[in-house]
T-cell receptor, first 113, second 108 residues
């Protein structure tokens, strides 16, 4: 079956702009979570959605937001981009999000110039 | 919050060698996974192993939950095993906490 699909793979944006990233989970998986990976901070949790509800949120500013649709697809949005937002953004899906393994997508590499 | 420490940070080996990667965590966990990050950035799931031992080909993993550590064994290393290996834990809060990774380099 198809894995976790993230689009786009690469993105270049200018400071001050906003960006929307998309994640389609494995069919049947209702939990979607997002992570940011940077060389300095490593992999950090952004937020997790289950059945269109945000269940947990990491320690990121309000410029980072997300949502989940009824088909479990999720989007994350970053507004007023800063240079420090340049990172690899990874999405993971899980069957239930509790006591289940996570499967990751290929990621979106965002560069802010 | 929970702390996850991986060792060693870097490991350089010759093809054919065996390796052991360690992951220590500071509190009890519901879930522990080992991932291999490929050159394109994707995290490939190796093992879901909150406790016990599992094997998959040349790779095996053991988690001793009562002592809060997990080990990943790679036998007869190949150059394609190169990359960064991450350990990540979940305490039931629907989020993974990652270690800083071990960068493995296998030279031909």
């Amino acid at each position: 079956k198809a894995g976790v699909t993230q689009t786009p793979r690469y993105l270049i944006k200018t400071r001050g702009q906003q960006v929307t990233l998309s994640c389609s989970p494995i069919s049947g998986h209702r939990s979607v979570s997002w992570y940011q990976q940077t060389p300095g901070q490593g992999l950090q949790f952004l937020f997790e959605y289950f059945s269109e509800t945000q269940r947990n949120k990491g320690n990121f500013p309000g410029r980072f937001s997300g949502r989940q649709f009824s088909n479990s697809r999720s989007e994350m949005n970053v507004s007023t981009l800063e240079l420090g937002d340049s990172a690899l953004y990874l999405c993971a899906s899980s069957l239930q999000g509790r006591g289940s393994g996570y499967t990751f997508g290929s990621g979106t590499r965002l560069t802010v110039v | 919050g929970i702390q996850v420490e991986q060792s060693p940070p870097d490991l350089i080996l010759q093809e054919g060698a065996n390796s052991t990667l360690r992951c220590n965590f500071s509190d009890s966990v519901n879930n522990l996974q080992w991932f291999h990050q490929n050159p394109w950035g994707q995290l490939i799931n190796l093992f879901y192993i909150p406790s016990g031992t599992k094997q998959n080909g040349r790779l095996s993993a053991t988690t001793v939950a009562t002592e809060r550590y997990s080990l990943l064994y790679i036998s007869s290393s190949q150059t394609t095993d190169s990359g960064v290996y991450f350990c990540a834990v979940d305490q039931g809060a629907q989020k993974l906490v990652f270690g800083q990774g071990t960068r493995l380099t296998i030279n031909p």
